[in-house]
Structures are given as structure tokens and as C-alpha cells.
């Protein structure tokens, strides 16, 4: 996409950290941004609140759980009927528990699963009808926990090698309709995953615009080529 003026991204999970960063990278470049937050609430804030930073109406909040798939159709609906369609969907919206397998609940297993992984599939499966017109571009925010795994990450690394494998079959699916599909996979990112406030302690780890300006990088890059599996690691970890 040369012009990003006009264009209108998708972001679930906006009402704060990763997803919130990238909708400000994406309204800083002239998109309008749908964002979605499990309460309509939030969603109102943060859009109310990025509308604010710039200056704009091109900002929306959407109750949608990702978890629900009617949920999903109804705010794609939404974002089409207020923009007029949809030419970026970002899966971001995610959570993790963490545990030893003995301890991991059944419901903690089924809310990381059914948000990160097959919230993703709600995400694309959603939104192919707007992306196919607009051959626009589907971006999962998977993790480095989709490719390494770690002691107490036995739902987490689960529901993220799941969105790592299910983007990149999903990009051998639709890339001949024109849709652009890649999944980014960060290092430790600042914001309130899993409980965390952000303060300057942080300042060493990825922030969430790093991960936003990467996103507008992806939808900037000529069509003919397509970075679909990004790693992103903060470049000067505490050493231990
Ligand atoms: N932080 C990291 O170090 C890191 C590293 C790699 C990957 N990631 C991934 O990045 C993504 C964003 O996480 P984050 O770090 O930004 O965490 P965060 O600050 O806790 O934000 C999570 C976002 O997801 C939304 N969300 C959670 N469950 C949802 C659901 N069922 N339906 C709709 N929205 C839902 C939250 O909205 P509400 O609470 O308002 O509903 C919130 O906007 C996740 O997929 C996470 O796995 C994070």
C-alpha cells in the first residue's frame, strides 16, 4: 500500500499495550483505526483518547470478544459500515497464564487457547470477504513463544505455535487472491501483559509503537514481497 491515507486498519485488542501502540502508529499515518477491547468501555477510552492525541474522529471502539465468533463478524461489520471497508487486520488481542502442567486449570487452558489462537482464526476468518477486495493484509501478533519454548509455558507456547503455524498456512491459502499475511513474533514487549504496569524498569524492553512502526513498515513494503514470519527482540537485554 503506497498511500496509507484513508485506509482503514482493524485492531483487536487496541484498549492498551501492543494493540493500543499500533493504532497510534496507524492513525499517525493517516488510517482510521477500528479497535476492539472485550468491554465497550475501554474501547471508548482508547479511541477517545487516540482521537484526542490526533486531533481526529478516524479512531473507533468496538466491543467484540475475540473468543465469540459473531462477536468478530458484527465489529467487521461495524468498521466496514463507519470506513467503508477494511484493508489491515491485526489479531493482537491476547493474554497468557502461566504454570506448571499440574497447576494450569482447564479454564486457563481454554481462555489462552480460545483468545490467542483461535481468536486469530475469528480474526482472518472474519474479515476475508473486506481483505479479498481491498487485497489488503492480515497481520497475527504471535511471540518468540511461538518458536522457543519455556518451563510453565505449556498454554502459552500451545495457543503461540498454534498463531505461528496458522499464519503462515493461512498466507499459502490467500496470497494468490492478493491478501498479504504475516505474523510478528516479539521478544519481551512493555505494556500490562500478564499483570505488568510499565514504567521506566521497562525502558530496556521492546515498546509498544516499535511494534506499531513495524506494522506500518509491513503495509508500506511493495506488494510483490512479503516479510511473513518477523522476529523482534529487544536489542540490549538486562544481562542475568
Ligand atoms: N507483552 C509482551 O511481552 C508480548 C510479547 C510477545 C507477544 N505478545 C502478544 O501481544 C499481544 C498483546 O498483548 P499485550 O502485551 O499488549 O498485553 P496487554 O497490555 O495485556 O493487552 C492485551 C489486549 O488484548 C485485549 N484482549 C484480551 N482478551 C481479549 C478478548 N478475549 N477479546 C478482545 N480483546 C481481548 C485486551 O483488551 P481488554 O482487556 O480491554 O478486553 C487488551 O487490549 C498478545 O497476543 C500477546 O500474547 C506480548
Redesign the pocket.
Known amino acids: 500500500m503506497e498511500n496509507l491515507k484513508g485506509k482503514t486498519a482493524f485492531v483487536?485488542?487496541?484498549?492498551?499495550?501492543?494493540?493500543?501502540?499500533i493504532a497510534q502508529k496507524l492513525l499517525a499515518n493517516g488510517l482510521n483505526v477500528v479497535l476492539?477491547?472485550?468491554?465497550q468501555e475501554?474501547?471508548d477510552k482508547?479511541a477517545e483518547s487516540l482521537n484526542k492525541e490526533f486531533n481526529t474522529n478516524a479512531a473507533l471502539g468496538v466491543a467484540?470478544?475475540?473468543?465469540n465468533y459473531t462477536?468478530q463478524v458484527n465489529a467487521v461489520e461495524k468498521a466496514v459500515e463507519a470506513f467503508g471497508g477494511i484493508d489491515v487486520m491485526v489479531a493482537?488481542?491476547?493474554?497468557?497464564h502461566f504454570g506448571n502442567i499440574a497447576d494450569i486449570s482447564i479454564e486457563q487452558w481454554n481462555d489462552v487457547i480460545?483468545?490467542?489462537l483461535t481468536?486469530a482464526f475469528y480474526s482472518l476468518k472474519a474479515s476475508l470477504e473486506p481483505l479479498k477486495k481491498s487485497e489488503g493484509y492480515y497481520i497475527s501478533?504471535?511471540?518468540?513463544?511461538g518458536t522457543n519454548f519455556f518451563a510453565g509455558g505449556t498454554a502459552?507456547n500451545a495457543?503461540?505455535f498454534g498463531?505461528t503455524g496458522f499464519t503462515q498456512a493461512a498466507m499459502l491459502d490467500v496470497r494468490q487472491s492478493g491478501i498479504k499475511v504475516s505474523t510478528i513474533?516479539?521478544?519481551?514487549?512493555?505494556?500490562?501483559?500478564?499483570g505488568?504496569e510499565p514504567d521506566a524498569s521497562g525502558d530496556w524492553?521492546?515498546q509498544?509503537e516499535d511494534i506499531g512502526e513495524l506494522v506500518v513498515d509491513l503495509i508500506k513494503m511493495n506488494p510483490r514481497t512479503l516479510p511473513s514470519k518477523i522476529e523482534v527482540r529487544p536489542s540490549m537485554p538486562p544481562t542475568k
Not at 92 to 96: F, I
Not at 141 to 145: G, K, W
Request: proline letters at 4%; hydrophobic letters at 30%; aromatic letters at 8%.
Open positions: 483487536t485488542g487496541g484498549s492498551k499495550g501492543i494493540g493500543y501502540g476492539t477491547s472485550r468491554s475501554s474501547a482508547a467484540a470478544d475475540v473468543r462477536d493482537n488481542a491476547g493474554l497468557g480460545d483468545t490467542n481468536g501478533i504471535s511471540s518468540l513463544a502459552y495457543s503461540k498463531v513474533m516479539p521478544g519481551t514487549v512493555s505494556s500490562y501483559f500478564n505488568n524492553k521492546i509498544p
